[in-house]
């Protein structure tokens, strides 16, 4: 990959960064029981708290990837899959510059038949 679309992928990797660090900050996953709720509304809040759990879960994941995308760009060894060790699409890297996997190996792991590193 050339110097100049590795400094743009880290830049696009950073803001993101950013943009999760501050909605994990920003979620507040506690639940106000200083009043008695109706059964109704308690399980409507126990709902709201786990979906916002669910996301920060995913959240959290992506956070980690691109921390991971980030040190691969320092170590020189970003834009190769992490599998087969070919160059992942320059597409694919444009629009989730986190990717670990090129296209064919991605699809090996959703469906089960390889195990993330």
């Known amino acids: 990959m050339s110097k100049v679309n590795l400094k743009e992928i880290k830049k696009k990797l950073l803001a993101e960064?950013?943009?999760?660090?501050?909605k994990l900050h920003g979620n507040d996953l506690s639940i106000d029981d200083s009043e008695t709720p109706d059964p109704v509304d308690l399980a409507v809040r126990n709902?709201?708290?786990?979906v916002m759990l669910a996301v920060s879960e995913n959240e959290s994941r992506q956070l980690s990837l691109i921390d991971e995308a980030l040190v691969r760009i320092d170590d020189a060894?970003?834009?190769?899959?992490?599998?087969?060790e070919k160059p992942i699409n320059p597409k694919r890297l444009s629009a989730i510059p986190w990717a670990r996997y090129c296209l064919d190996c991605q699809e090996l792991v959703e469906q089960g038949l390889l195990d993330e590193e």
């Open 17 to 22: 960064k950013e943009l999760l660090t501050e």
């Open 77 to 84: 060894e970003y834009g190769n899959c992490l599998n087969c």
């Open 47 to 50: 709902y709201s708290k786990n």
